[in-house]
């Protein structure tokens, strides 16, 4: 009978540590998760920070150069960090077991596109005055810099309208829609990163001869990209307690 007895004890105890073993897991992976959003936050800040160095110690305070300035701002610092801190974010809630979480990350999601939609207008706006003040034409025949810089802004357009009437149905009806929003968002990094990166070639090689500030540029500017595929991903996570699905991740905004 006592041999009975600790048997059935032995089978029962993993059982009843189970749920506190699972939510150990849970917050330790949470815990390790929020340390990575800080750490990949901080890859474009200190990308921005080096770009503007070498932009400006190339091109002086110009008011052609407060395009670059702008552009580097919505698509290497601001947007880049508010698409990678949702991703992350999401997955840090989910390992708390929190969904409140999640109004907030939208809340700071929609702060940082925002922002980033704003500085990439100020950008073309910088660089409309720019060609006026030059006597340059405004609409001609646009380079392929000028190309993919037009698409990733027509991409803002549509994302920023996208996203509004997404976060309202969600708020209003809570429905989840347009749900290719996230990836769409990807798209537009890349063909943003591809006009930062024909810009720069232009630039800073081509015209200042300044090989090493090119590259430069064009490092930091990919790494942003990288931080928002890495943070679509959650490549950067601990293992938690569940695994991730990985193409789940990258296609669920």
């Known amino acids: 009978s006592h041999s009975t007895n600790s048997l059935l004890l032995s089978r029962s105890l993993p059982c009843s540590l189970s749920p506190a073993m699972e939510s150990a897991s849970r917050g330790a992976s949470a ?4 340390t990575t959003m800080y750490a990949v ?13 070498i932009l400006y110690s190339d091109l002086g305070a110009t008011l052609f150069a407060f395009h670059p300035f702008f552009m580097v701002a919505a698509f290497v610092l601001l947007m880049p960090t508010g698409a990678s801190w949702y991703r992350l974010g999401n997955l840090v809630a989910e390992g708390r077991g929190n969904s409140q979480d999640l109004n907030g990350l939208r809340t700071q999601h929609a702060i940082f596109q925002g922002a ?4 990439a207008l100020l950008g073309f706006i910088m660089i409309v005055a720019s060609k006026i003040s030059q006597d340059h034409p405004v609409l001609g025949w646009p380079s392929t810099h000028a190309f993919f ?6 991409g803002v357009v549509l994302q920023a ?10 708020v209003v009806n809570q429905e ?6 996230g990836q769409f968002g990807v798209v537009v990094l890349v063909l943003s990163t591809i006009a930062i990166i024909l ?13 090493a500030g090119g590259m430069v540029v064009i490092a930091v500017t990919l790494s942003s990209l990288g931080v928002v ?3 679509r991903l959650g490549l950067a996570f601990p293992p938690g307690s569940e695994e991730i699905d990985m193409s789940s991740a990258l296609m669920e905004t």
């Open 116 to 119: 980033g939609a704003l500085c």
């Open 41 to 53: 936050g901080a890859v474009p800040v200190f990308a921005f920070l080096i770009a503007t160095i």
């Open 161 to 170: 309208s996208v996203g509004f009437v997404k976060r309202r149905n969600l």
């Open 31 to 34: 815990s390790g998760g929020k």
């Open 176 to 181: 989840k829609t347009f749900r290719w929003h």
């Open 229 to 231: 595929v890495g943070g």
């Open 199 to 211: 810009g720069a070639q232009h630039m800073l090689i081509d015209v200042k001869k300044d090989a």
């Open 149 to 154: 810089g037009w698409c990733a802004l027509l």
